[in-house]
């Protein structure tokens, strides 16, 4: 018998009106009660349930306490205290499709290894030509692979140790060319996995049982999932998870200068309490334009400034197919074309060991230009060449670059053998008529270089760009992205399922496997959380409606004061500016009287001045900053040098405004009351408070929050640019200053801190001196951002010693025999993919989302975890991504309410969950509660800012990475913490808001 669960598969309406059609489902019937499971296909056709309990059930079996193993996140990681129960009861769908697999299939695992050493696209060609070699062509449709290291198998090989000579061919090759590279493949027999003992764990109230095989089950279903978009030649990947279709119906946005912005769809297999769950959502990705490589060159060359360097960039590792071979069919009867890889432009520096290098006359040069060696002359074949190929395709082919005139045919080479330009050897040897203007490509190696005229290439479809996109792109993807949540719903139903291999259709393994999907999205049982009072001067309260409230005839709880300020208006040649001198003096009488509004004690301005800059660089702005309002034309590297000199050089606070947006008559007095609430932070004020109830613990002043994070190199950044965390914490119970402190990694792309230690001493002592407490705190509440799945021990094995050890260097000996502070440590998921839909549209806000305060721990949560799903705000466009919460440690709840609940909450997970949605309510920048809860949302910023501080190195103007150009301005830099070290002035202020 199958029992009753919460968050089952849903069909239909839900109870209402659901999106237009009546539900996310296969069809638009009344829908079936929810209901959850594993429901596997028996032989004919039998449907036969596996679980017999609910969550409830289960977490009834958890109350003595007791560690539990198996699918929990590890042991000694804190298990769920109880689902919550506080706020209005909602149901709604989540972006889940609920696997079914039958309870007696076995996953048998082979670890694969390839000799000699291969890796990327060529190790994925090995692997599938292992899939047609002789040793496995008689299980073929039974096995599944990463096409990297793992295969699994749906019945075991007939060896443990299976070995295969696979000859290398490329995937447009039907044979192996002449003295290809021969590979042992070797797969070696680990374990079998058993889908039944993941089934009996899932469902059994036993909290002693243990499952190790859980993550590796999760894994090969992954792979079983994943496997299908890496055989399928409509499909283009990113990473494992990513799929997105290459069909002519895709959905398709042009983003300019040769990349082109597809939709697709993220799938992840997941486990929940009493079934297993496939996560699939819309992703996007910017992809390279199919087509002529010489009409996206162009594109790019004359969008970004005529930079070949730029280009270069581009440009490298691109793969296209040359056109002037002949046509070739395989036996498929398809067209064929031999695919080569770009290295880059042609450089003065290629083949510098060979006995004839070719002579380039500079970088990026055309193809007169590039000359290599022939031997034989002009009837032979050059060791670059490309080979033989139609002469008619160069004649008939469109060319926007400028062309050259009949004039500049060369003459042959003599028979003798010697130099050869390119373009000499395409005219006569395929009467080509190369264009003299476009730079030459380089397809071999930097070491043996094989050069092409782009006009004889077209780019391989499907191939995703890393590259940074520009901000005119960027603004074009968030065009293409931003749809309704009703939208992307029934895409990821209607399109979705099938693009990522849900369907028996399309993905023949899972029939094979004996592996449904009911095309329904499930439903999940969710509350919605009573919004907290917001207050302001005076106790006077802020009405909360939908999200967000004003502040008519509200003053900010606690003001700074500005008796010395003045301000800079900074001018570009070129450029108009948005004020005269008299509109100057008008604007800034009005921004005095907004700030005059809100509480804040303001004095007339000192004279300031219009600063004219040479150009972005100009050393002038230096000299100027002892002022604090700047108007800025519109320039993003005005404003970082700005942040820098008066963040870490001068220790002076500096407000940013952009001129023609703050000279608009229409929503000033809206812009300026934004403008104070950040200025009120600089200057140490706190803008409101919550009422005290809802701050629960942290209302006894005995609690500070810390929000930590961690920034990474973007794509673009110099080699030299370091990873960089950062640190804020709340000096007292009021929780309006966070003061912050950055720290420069010591390792790229390393994301547990190692300076901890030391940033949390700094913020103990200013709770001590800022927030006037004759003791330390009891409690250190963490919220932790950025961390992701696979890193959740690291949190505790390498970052909490580190924590601790700074308590034992501060705190007295009195305290540490109390063992004093309590730690509890909060994991905050941003990027992950979980969204979720109303049923009814009287749950919906006016956007189409879950209304704000919307909270979810049970449907697609496990139970023995502690983690729950909240979505605080109002998204103004788009799907609301919620938070995701993971409680990795807890000393201070459960020993806190042991004995004594708030009268409103019926278990610990209440009281966290109630104070995680009102830390969302303290972000002092905006009337509006944030995304994330105010600690991980600051640590963000801070974060960001010492982006600012280190743009030469985060956002450098692409250079060429060949050591033959290092031009570069980030060459040799080393960055240290003096670079994002906060001026003595400063760095116990807000300085980052």
């Not at 289960?58 to 990681?77: D, H, I, N, P, V």
């Not at 373009?423 to 490509?441: A, D, L």
């Not at 028996?504 to 329904?520: H, T």
């Not at 030299?720 to 990694?745: H, K, Y």
Request: one cysteine or more.
């Amino acid at each position: 018998m199958s029992a009753p669960g919460r968050g089952g598969s849903f069909r239909g309406g839900g109870g209402g009106r659901g999106p237009r059609r009546g539900g996310f489902g296969g069809d638009s019937s009344r829908g079936r009660s929810a209901r959850g499971g594993f429901q596997g296909r028996g032989r004919g056709g039998v449907t036969v349930s596996v679980f017999s309990y609910t969550e409830d059930a289960l977490l009834a079996a958890t109350k003595g306490g007791l560690s539990l193993a198996g699918l929990k996140l590890r042991e000694g990681f804190p298990c769920r205290p109880g689902f919550g129960t506080k706020g209005t009861p909602v149901t709604l769908w989540a972006n889940y499709f609920e696997m079914c697999p039958p309870p007696k299939v076995m996953f048998y695992r082979y670890d694969i290894a390839v000799s000699p050493a291969v890796a990327g696209r060529k190790l994925s060609q090995v692997v599938r030509l292992l899939l047609e070699s002789e040793e496995l062509m008689e299980f073929r449709l039974d096995v599944a692979t990463d096409f990297k290291s793992t295969l699994v198998s749906r019945q075991k090989l007939p060896a443990d140790e299976t070995v295969a000579k696979i000859q290398y061919r490329s995937e447009d090759e039907d044979e192996p060319r002449q003295n290809a590279t021969q590979y042992e493949v070797r797969l070696l027999y680990t374990n079998t996995l058993s889908v039944s003992h993941l089934i009996e764990y899932l469902t059994s109230t036993n909290i002693s049982a243990r499952f190790n095989d859980a993550q590796s089950l999760v894994q090969a279903f992954n792979i079983f999932l994943n496997h299908h978009s890496k055989l399928t030649g409509n499909l283009a990947t990113i990473g494992a998870s990513k799929k997105f279709s290459l069909a002519d119906n895709a959905d398709k946005w042009d983003l300019g200068t040769g990349l082109t912005a597809i939709r697709g769809f993220f799938s992840s297999v997941r486990v929940a309490t009493c079934r297993l769950l496939v996560n699939v959502n819309v992703s996007h990705g910017a992809f390279y334009e199919a087509g002529p490589l010489d009409k996206i060159m162009f594109m790019y060359y004359s969008a970004h400034q005529r930079s070949k360097y730029k280009l270069n960039n581009f440009l490298a590792k691109l793969k296209v197919g040359p056109t002037h071979l002949p046509e070739r069919k395989n036996k498929k009867g398809e067209i064929v074309r031999k695919v080569k890889t770009i290295v880059g432009l042609a450089n003065t520096n290629d083949g510098h060991g060979l006995q004839h290098p070719p002579r380039v006359k500079e970088f990026g040069a055309g193809p007169k230009d590039v000359e290599f060696w022939l031997e034989g002359g002009g009837g032979g074949q050059p060791a670059s060449s490309p080979g033989a190929g139609s002469q008619e395709e160069g004649k008939k082919k469109k060319k926007k670059w400028k062309q050259a005139g009949p004039s500049d045919k060369p003459s042959s080479t003599s028979s003798s053998g010697g130099y050869i330009s390119v373009y000499e050897f395409f005219w006569t040897k395929y009467n080509w008529q190369t264009n003299p203007m476009i730079p030459i490509i380089n397809v071999g190696t930097r070491d043996t270089p094989s050069y092409l005229p782009p006009e004889v290439c077209v780019v391989v479809p499907g191939q995703n760009s890393n590259s940074k996109l520009n901000p005119a792109q960027t603004q074009q993807m968030i065009q293409f992205a931003v749809r309704s949540p009703w939208e992307n719903a029934a895409s990821i139903v209607r399109d979705g399922f099938q693009t990522v291999g849900l369907s028996s259709q399309a993905n023949v393994l899972l029939d094979r496997f004996g592996v449904s999907v009911p095309p329904q999205l499930i439903t999940v049982s969710g509350r919605v959380l009573n919004e907290p009072k917001v207050l302001y001067k005076e106790g006077k309260p802020a009405p909360v409606r939908s999200g967000s409230w004003n502040m008519v005839n509200v003053k900010l709880n606690t003001t700074g004061t500005m008796t010395n300020w003045s301000y800079l208006l900074i001018s570009i040649p070129d450029r108009r500016d948005a004020f005269d001198q008299a509109g100057l003096i008008a604007m800034l009488v009005k921004f005095q009287e907004a700030l005059r509004k809100t509480g804040m004690v303001v004095a007339p301005p000192a004279l300031g001045r219009r600063l004219v800059l040479r150009d972005q660089d100009d050393p002038e702005l230096d000299n100027s900053l002892h002022l604090l309002f700047i108007i800025l034309p519109d320039t993003t590297p005005l404003y970082n040098r700005i942040k820098h000199c008066g963040d870490v050089k001068y220790g002076i606070q500096t407000i940013c405004v952009v001129g023609h947006k703050i000279a608009k008559e229409k929503g000033q007095d809206q812009y300026f009351a934004n403008v104070a609430l950040k200025l009120n932070l600089k200057l140490r004020g706190n803008n409101q408070l919550l009422d005290k109830p809802r701050l629960g613990i942290i209302n006894e002043n005995k609690t500070m929050v810390v929000g930590i994070d961690v920034t990474h190199p973007s794509p673009g950044s110099s080699s030299r640019a370091p990873s960089i965390a950062g640190m804020v914490a709340s000096v007292d119970r009021w929780l309006g200053q966070w003061p912050a402190v950055l720290r420069v990694q010591a390792g790229a792309r390393q994301e547990m801190v190692t300076d901890l230690s030391d940033m949390l001493k700094s913020r103990l002592q200013l709770w001590k001196t800022k927030g006037h407490h004759q003791s330390l705190p009891e409690n250190i509440l963490v919220y932790r951002d950025g961390v992701s799945e696979g890193q959740y021990d690291k949190v505790i094995d390498e970052e909490l010693p580190r924590l601790r050890k700074a308590c034992t260097e501060v705190y007295p000996t009195s305290d540490q025999k109390k063992d004093l502070p309590h730690f509890t440590i909060v994991i905050v998921g941003k990027r992950h993919h979980t969204r979720f839909y109303p049923t009814k549209e009287a749950n919906a806000d006016r956007s189409g989302n879950p209304k704000p305060g919307t909270i979810v721990d049970r449907g697609v949560t496990e139970a023995r975890n502690w983690d729950f799903f909240l979505q605080a705000h109002a998204a103004i466009q788009g799907t609301a991504r919620p938070g995701h919460y993971v409680v990795v440690l807890d000393e201070i709840f459960r020993a806190r309410y042991a004995k004594t609940l708030p009268p409103d909450c019926s278990n610990v997970a209440d009281v966290l969950e109630d104070l995680t949605q009102s830390l969302c309510y303290v972000y002092g920048r905006t009337t509006k509660p944030v995304s994330l809860c105010t600690p991980a949302y600051y640590a963000d910023i801070v974060c960001e800012r010492a982006r600012c501080y280190l743009s030469g190195v985060f956002d450098t103007p692409t250079q060429s990475a060949e050591p033959s150009l290092a031009g570069s301005q980030t060459e040799g830099l080393q960055v240290g913490n003096e670079d994002v070290r906060i001026h003595e002035k400063l760095k116990d202020t807000m300085f980052y808001i």
